[in-house]
């Protein structure tokens, strides 16, 4: 996925690049860069990561440098010199630094080719971690008396806040290119657990030589997790925000550099680590949405070697979320209206976030559709797929749905198509006249998420595909009608019926 967002940078085109972690993000921007005259200001919120990539460069003899509040005016002024002086080809700074009058006076006498944007998701007010300091970036570049190009970069997105990002950084022309989110090498899997601590005890047991990280929500829990670890023998280190910047660094390192097999931590830990061989994530507290939950997870199997994401699910974990959002400490600086939003999208989330504790369908698949990517509704390699699934034959319900396309004169969105193949009598079914296609009510006797689950497989293998960004319409493609004069039966996998009636 790398190289198509570099050749639109390379063409001078605005873009957002939505890759997942650990797909090589950075030299999306750095390999364009050299190309290109000036300087690349790189606007990142994460200081720790910017003085990393800085130092990388340089280590590969690329100047780079990086700004951040705890410099002394000396230093702040010698970095920006170099700056300007043609010393410096990679820049990095917090976005709190765009409406500095001084880096504002710099930025207009520099010439800045690039502006890159990481964790543009901060951006959006849709976007699960919104920060107002972005909204300085729009304006910032607006500014500039040479209008640089932007590329902004995110590894989670859903369709929605994408619209919204592009929006808001003023390149509505911008490219998207979304990297493939699937991480096949990852196992996952829910357990709704009533004995967590027996749960972890036993699955550390087996896999005592594997590194692992284990995700707690709050500092007490990562204290009491490391200390059960502990007492029973594993090497357990702990990190959260309450440890002082020196313990942090050494159990970071000490974890990284394979020292010491298992870090227990709040999501305070993990950005821009880059440890290939995690052969475990563990969540021993359902994260608030699965925009976390996907980053931490996507912190295992780096190296493509299986691995396991395992959630720990309890209904205590919904609440404790719930509280942290309602309090909304995290977004004290917004306005009343804005916070209002915020919060009813981070409640959202945490209802998709539970939902995928519950779901007896394919784990990836949920996760693949909730981000806008379209899957299999089987992968066979996460929990749900190896005990809640049976192989159906849906010859005769595939055949019927792809029938009624055929027969309407008209587009009809996903739960219409459903509802005329199912026997509907909504209004709007009697009042099209929908009733009179020949196969309305045909399949009368299957369930309605059945039916959705069918039309997603039939989407899948491109039998029909979905039109329209407002309405969607499905639509018969011409491999569906292809299909139905075959006599080809179709299998698929689907989750077993009973389970899904209990749930
Ligand atoms: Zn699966």
Redesign the pocket.
């Known amino acids: 996925g790398q190289e198509e967002i570099i050749s639109e940078i390379f063409h001078g085109k605005p873009v957002l690049a939505v890759l997942p972690t650990g797909a090589g993000k950075s030299i999306c921007f750095q390999l364009p860069s050299l190309l290109l005259k000036g300087v690349t200001l790189v606007i990142s919120p994460l200081i720790s990561l910017m003085k990393d990539q800085a130092e990388a460069l340089t280590a590969r003899g690329i100047p780079a440098a990086y700004l951040d509040s705890s410099m002394s005016s000396n230093e702040y002024g010698r970095v920006l010199h170099a700056a300007l002086n043609k010393q410096c080809k990679f820049l990095y700074v917090a976005p709190e630094r765009l409406v500095n009058q001084q880096f504002i006076d710099f930025a207009r006498q520099a010439y800045i080719a690039m502006v890159a944007v990481d964790e543009a998701h901060c951006v959006s007010q849709w976007g699960h971690s919104f920060r107002k300091e972005y909204y300085n970036i729009h304006d910032f570049i607006q500014a500039l008396p040479t209008k640089p190009l932007v590329a902004a970069f995110t590894a989670t997105a859903t369709p929605d806040v994408r619209r919204d990002i592009i929006k808001r950084l003023g390149i509505p022309e911008a490219k998207i290119v979304v990297t493939g989110f699937d991480r096949p090498n990852l196992h996952?899997a829910v357990q709704r657990t009533q004995d967590k601590e027996r749960s972890l005890l036993e699955f550390m047991r087996k896999h005592k030589k594997d590194c692992g990280v284990v995700y707690c929500a709050t500092r007490n829990k990562v204290e009491s997790v490391t200390q059960l670890l502990r007492r029973q023998g594993f090497s357990a280190l702990r990190y959260h925000a309450g440890l002082t910047p020196e313990e942090r660094r050494e159990n970071q390192n000490a974890f990284v550099g394979g020292s010491v097999p298992l870090i227990v931590a709040t999501n305070a830990f993990g950005m821009g680590i880059d440890k290939p061989d995690v052969r475990f994530v563990i969540h021993y507290n359902m994260p608030k949405n699965m925009e976390s939950y996907y980053q931490e997870a996507g912190r295992a199997g780096r190296d493509g070697e299986p691995s396991e994401c395992i959630l720990y699910y309890e209904p205590r974990d919904v609440r404790t979320n719930r509280l942290f959002i309602e309090n909304g400490e995290e977004n004290s600086e917004l306005d009343e209206e804005t916070r209002k939003i915020v919060k009813e999208r981070d409640l959202e989330r945490l209802k998709q976030m539970t939902f995928y504790c519950f779901t007896s369908e394919?784990?990836?698949?949920y996760i693949l559709n909730y981000f806008g990517e379209k899957s299999s509704s089987?992968?066979?390699?996460?929990l749900?797929?190896q005990t809640q699934f049976e192989e159906v034959d849906i010859t005769l319900e595939a055949n019927t749905i792809l029938r009624c396309l055929d027969a309407l004169d008209w587009n009809y969105g996903a739960a219409t198509v459903i509802d005329i193949v199912h026997g509907g009598k909504s209004q709007k079914i009697l009042g099209k006249n929908l009733d009179k296609n020949p196969e309305y009510a045909v399949l009368s006797e299957r369930t309605v998420p059945r039916l959705r689950q069918i039309l997603r497989e039939l989407q899948f293998r491109e039998y029909v595909e979905e039109k329209g960004e407002q309405y969607p319409v499905i639509c018969l493609t011409p491999e569906g009608k292809a299909f139905m004069k075959t006599e080809e039966p179709l299998i698929m996998k689907l989750p077993k019926e009973e389970t899904e009636k209990k749930s």
């Open positions: 996952f394919c784990l990836r698949q089987y992968c066979g390699n996460c749900n797929c």
